[in-house]
Structures are given as C-alpha cells and as structure tokens.
C-alpha cells in the first residue's frame, strides 16, 4: 500500500518538480528492477522479466556515467538537506520489486561506487 501511494506520488505530482520548487534544485531518482548477469541468468529465471531487466555491464556502465559526471548519491532521508548541505546532482538510486539478482548483480558494482540506495521489497504471498 505505502509503496503504491509512493509510486503514484512520484510519477504523477512529479517529485522532481516538487524538490526543484521547494529546494531550488532537481533531484535526479533512478529506479530498477532487476539486473541480470549470463553467469546467473538461468539459475535466476530472469527472463521471465526482460522488459525490466537491464544487464549488469549496462547497469555499471549507468552508474559509472554518474559518478563520472559529477552526481551525488543521496539516501531519501537526505532530501530536506539539499541545499544545506550544497549537494549538486543529488541523486537517488532505488530498486523496486526485491529480486534476488539486486544483491548479487546490483550490490557489488554499488559498493564498487560506494552509491546508497533504497529497496521497495514486495511482501505478499501471492
């Protein structure tokens, strides 16, 4: 439920515009799903979702692109501190869903960059 009411918050009152109204400042927010590797790939059943799915070498390629570009990752937490704390490109990685592959595939190029990020893990026993 909180994560639904998140979800429409952000795509439809557009936290961007939000931040960049209240602070000045735009806050960049990227999410994914999954990020699958050849090596796992299988064993993670990944293809049954590969129109959210992103490569790992891409999903690094991505991150490498922000952190060479001047981005600062931000936990959400963080977002009343924007200004205060003079943060430029404040960005917020998150993943949504919880697959197993975020830890295995996602988590070590995360460290590699030392980037925060958010999980939104599903709950339900479907």
Avoid: W
Wanted: net charge positive; proline share 4%.
């Amino acid at each position: 439920m909180i994560k639904n009411i998140f979800f429409i918050f952000a795509q439809y009152s557009g936290l961007n515009f939000l931040c960049e109204h209240f602070y000045n400042k735009k806050v960049f927010i990227v999410g994914y799903h999954s990020v699958f590797s050849e090596i796992n790939r299988n064993i993670l059943k990944n293809s049954e979702y590969p129109h959210i799915s992103i490569d790992a070498y891409l999903f690094e390629k991505q991150i490498k692109f922000m952190v060479d570009h001047g981005h600062t990752f931000i936990k959400f937490k963080n977002i009343p501190d924007i200004i205060k704390l003079k943060i430029k490109k404040p960005t917020i990685v998150y993943f949504d869903d919880g697959f197993k592959d975020n830890i295995l595939n996602a988590l070590p190029v995360l460290k590699k960059y030392n980037i925060p990020t958010a999980a939104f893990i599903e709950t339900s026993n479907k």
